[in-house]
């Protein structure tokens, strides 16, 4: 069965500086997506950033990026040059299969302080 | 382009009433995914459905039950409504390997 584990349930930044959030995950599949989706308080789940597994290459999009580790099944985000409208709670998720099932962590609160 | 729509937003029932949520998909869009979020349990996932067919189904009780249209708009059943089912209840639509949400359907159960 897949698992995503965020080991992390609060971590808090100060404005303009950078922060890891930490993923791990477990999957038998070859081909599988992960996923990285910010909930602010509207509770509207937004796509940060998403990484295919079969490519090595590190996803980024803009201020956001990933550090994916593919052996040590390990997927964190890293937001630079954070700001006040960041702080939400990150989720962290595997699709494997393409099945259309997301499996997502607990979920990282971060709070960014001015 | 829209996006993902769920109504209501709000809704309030009775234990052992029965409720039904709606969600129209972005248009285009064939798979429609339903997830439960509860504070003790995180998000979980419920079923899938893609062209009106049932693909996946998570680890919930037979009382959640769903369908898609033609039109790819997809409703979900909750029957015999428990104080436990009380969550946020999200819908997202896809194309490929992407997940759009909407804003959440929140259910109090009382």
């Known amino acids: 069965a897949q698992t995503v584990t965020q080991s992390q349930p609060e971590m808090s930044v100060q404005e303009a500086e950078t922060v890891t959030l930490s993923c791990t995950y477990d999957?038998?599949?070859?081909?599988?997506?992960l996923f990285w989706y910010k909930q602010p308080p509207s509770r509207q789940m937004i796509l940060v950033i998403r990484?295919?597994?079969?490519?090595?290459q590190n996803a980024t999009e803009n201020r956001f990026s990933v550090n994916f580790q593919k052996a040590a099944k390990s997927f964190s985000l890293k937001i630079s040059d954070s700001q006040l409208g960041d702080a939400a709670m990150y989720f962290c998720?595997?699709?494997?299969?393409?099945?259309?099932?997301?499996?997502f962590g607990q979920g990282t609160t971060l709070q960014v302080k001015p | 382009k829209a996006g993902v729509t769920q109504t209501p937003r709000y809704l309030i029932k009775t234990r052992g009433q029965q409720v039904t949520l709606s969600c129209s998909p972005i248009?285009?869009?064939?798979?429609v995914s339903w997830y439960q979020q509860t504070p003790g349990q995180g998000l979980q996932f419920l079923f899938e459905?893609?062209?009106?067919?049932?693909?996946n189904k998570g680890n919930f009780p037979g009382r959640f039950s769903g369908r898609q249209f033609s039109n790819s708009r997809s409703e979900m059943n909750v029957s015999t409504l428990e104080l436990g089912d009380s969550a946020l209840y999200l819908c997202?639509?896809?194309?490929?390997?992407?997940?759009?949400f909407g804003q959440g359907t929140r259910l109090t159960v009382v």
């Open positions: 998720a595997c699709d494997s299969g393409n099945t259309g099932k997301l499996i």
């Open positions: 990484q295919e597994a079969y490519k090595q």
């Open positions: 999957t038998s599949e070859s081909d599988y997506y």
């Open positions: 248009s285009g869009h064939r798979s």
């Open positions: 459905y893609f062209s009106e067919t049932q693909r």
């Open positions: 997202a639509s896809s194309t490929g390997n992407e997940a759009f």
